[in-house]
């Protein structure tokens, strides 16, 4: 048993150099991410694929914005694999917001694998219309 | 409590393994240098296969996806898997984007061709979309199941 970030993982141990031994364990992933900037806040999509909503976990800390999945079993008990190309077991990325963002108003969303984070801008940093009155 | 959900021990498999971490690198360090960016990723969607005693199962790793949109056939051995989605739809015509950070989510429509073993019945496949994975299995054969015998003591 190895620790990694807190949790624990089963790990291969049989056989192998421990660099084998490392790449062979079930990975954390970085999710690719799209970040898109509105007029009214920033949004973040995240591929997170197997992560149902309640293994999911979103934080700020600061001006960190941390992002955490856990992917749910969903194979058989006694299933031998017979080939394979994701062996990620759980996601995690951070980001560094900046200033503007109102980190009350943060909202998330799970749909199909997919995150959806919105970040609204604080109201003072907002685009704001200035109506110019000609005399 | 986490368990490996399968294990690399293909060694063919690990050298294409690595051979996609050495071109992510390449890719990486000289296009875009971004900082803590996505890492192990597969341009298609990533596909794992594994047999019980009764059945072959599929997964195929695929977030974002319109179920109505997923296209399964069987041919022969060979099973076609085929759909796609929009990214720039995501937002809805109605959000005013200034501008992006980040775009490293895969967009477009993908097709992946999975040659099945042999010794399936392939007149009953089951399919379920959920949490962005495709679940697929087909059965085995009834010949082919692997059967326990019981050894009898005089």
């Not at chain 1, 058989?76 to 080939?83: C, G, R």
């Not at chain 2, 949109?69 to 099973?79: F, S, W």
């Given at each position: 048993m190895a620790k990694v970030k807190g949790q624990e993982m089963a790990v291969k141990t049989e056989g192998g150099t421990p660099q084998e031994q490392q790449r062979l364990r079930p990975v954390v992933v970085t999710p690719p991410v799209d970040i898109y900037e509105l007029e009214d806040g920033v949004v973040l999509f995240a591929d997170m694929p197997g992560v149902p909503k309640e293994n999911l976990d979103v934080q700020v800390d600061k001006n960190v914005l941390t992002i955490k999945g856990e992917i749910s079993d969903i194979v058989?008990?006694?299933?031998?694999?017979?080939?394979v190309e994701f062996n990620g077991k759980a996601y995690e990325r951070a980001f560094t917001l900046g200033p503007d963002v109102d980190v009350s108003k943060i909202e998330a969303t799970m749909n199909a694998g997919v995150l959806k984070i919105f970040l609204?801008?604080?109201?003072?940093?907002?685009?704001?219309?200035?109506?110019v009155t000609v005399e | 409590m986490l368990r490996p959900w399968f294990s690399l021990s293909d060694p063919i498999w690990q050298d294409f393994d690595r051979l996609n971490r050495e071109m992510e690198k390449i890719f990486n360090e000289n296009y875009f240098s971004p900082a803590g960016a996505a890492s192990s990723r597969v341009p298609m969607p990533a596909v794992n296969i594994g047999e019980t005693s009764d059945q072959v199962l599929i997964y195929l790793f695929a977030?974002?996806?319109?179920?109505?949109?997923?296209?399964?056939?069987?041919?022969?051995?060979?099973?076609?898997?085929?759909?796609g989605r929009d990214t720039a739809k995501e937002l809805g015509e109605e959000a005013k984007v200034t501008g992006y950070y980040r775009k490293e989510r895969f967009s477009g429509k993908f097709r992946r061709v999975i040659a099945l073993p042999e010794g399936l019945d392939t007149s009953t496949i089951g399919a379920k979309y959920k949490n962005g994975i495709l679940s697929i299995s087909i059965k085995k054969k009834e010949e082919e199941k692997t059967k326990k015998i019981e050894v009898k003591v005089d």
């Open positions: 058989p008990s006694d299933i031998s694999p017979l080939y609204p801008k604080s109201e003072e940093v907002r685009p704001k219309k200035i109506e | 977030p974002g996806l319109d179920p109505k949109g997923i296209d399964l056939t069987v041919e022969k051995n060979m099973l076609t898997i085929s759909a």
